[in-house]
Nanobody
Framework: EEQLVESGGGLVQAGGSLRLSCAAS????????ISWFRQAPGKEREGVSC????????SYADSVKGRFTISSDKAKNTVYLQMDSLKPEDTAVYSC???????????????????????WGQGTQVTVSS
């Protein structure tokens, strides 16, 4: 059974940094695309970033491009989201999700956050104060 556990959230001042972790168990990262989502109170869930580790494909939402960096450590079966230059509007619950990939290139799975994901983590709160 695929399981994901996020950690690393917290309270930070605007301009600060946080690194979120998404620890995967029950599956190998290379067989999946891993995406980070966030949801702020009263707003729809937003896809933030994606990585397909088998071929290194990544993608970012326009709202975080240039500030957030997604990476992975296959030995630890963990995906990270480095968040720099944080803004108050980045405040949200951040969750990671796993999508089993088939035969397409990784960029295919990271081009759209609307896929039906196979597993979700419980989420971690990120609060950015002004």
């Amino acid at each position: 059974e695929e399981q994901l556990v996020e950690s690393g959230g917290g309270l930070v001042q605007a301009g600060g940094s946080l690194r979120l972790s998404c620890a995967a168990s029950g599956f190998t990262l290379d067989d999946y695309a891993i995406s980070w989502f966030r949801q702020a109170p009263g707003k729809e869930r937003e896809g933030v970033s994606c990585i397909a580790t088998r071929d290194g494909a990544t993608s970012y939402a326009d709202s975080v491009k240039g500030r957030f960096t997604i990476s992975s450590d296959k030995a630890k079966n963990t995906v990270y989201l480095q968040m720099d230059s944080l803004k108050p509007e980045d405040t949200a619950v951040y969750s990671c999700a796993a999508l089993y990939r088939g035969f397409h290139e990784g960029s295919y799975y990271c081009a759209d956050y609307g896929f039906r994901y196979d597993a979700w983590g419980q989420g971690t709160q990120v609060t950015v104060s002004s």
